[in-house]
Every structure is written in C-alpha cells, then in structure tokens.
C-alpha cells in the first residue's frame, strides 16, 4: 500500500489543519509536539481512499475518504 500511495506535501495552517483534496483535515493533539502549525507534513492517500499524515518518519493522524478520523490506524492503506 506503501508504494502505490500518491504522496504530496503540505504546510500545516495557523489553525493546526491542512487542506487536501477539498477536505480540511484538523490535526489531533499529539505527545510529539504541542501543535503541528507552519510544520511541513506529508499526506499519503491509500488506494483504498483513506489517508494518513506524517511529520517525518511519524504517523499522526489517519483519516477515511470523507476526511472523518480514524482511531485504529492499522485500518490505514487496507482494502475494504
């Protein structure tokens, strides 16, 4: 699912989102860093619609195809 991912980058908006594909994600809180704002992120949409945000090497936040987070990202990248 890796590879077959389309992958842009994004600069995080002063309100701790980033725009994608019409959606406006909001970043969650996360224990690596107190906010994500004017932070350069990746977005990787999954064959199967899903999306998942990374800081580097780190996953901070997975979302479904209509931009509403999910909890488990093991779900991530995964035919449905």
């Known amino acids: ?3 077959l991912c389309l ?3 994004r600069v995080v ?3 701790n989102t ?7 994600l909001q970043l969650p809180q996360s224990p690596i860093r107190h906010h994500f704002v004017k ?3 990746k977005i990787r949409q999954y064959p199967d619609g899903t ?4 800081h580097g090497p780190r996953r901070i936040a ?6 509403t987070p999910i909890q488990n990202c ?3 990248g995964r035919a449905a």
């Open 1 to 3: 699912a890796e590879i």
């Open 7 to 9: 992958q842009e980058e």
């Open 13 to 15: 908006a002063r309100d």
């Open 18 to 24: 980033v725009a994608f594909a019409r959606l406006r």
């Open 39 to 41: 932070a350069t992120v």
């Open 51 to 54: 999306f998942a945000i990374f």
């Open 62 to 67: 997975a979302y479904s195809s209509d931009g």
């Open 74 to 76: 093991r779900q991530i």
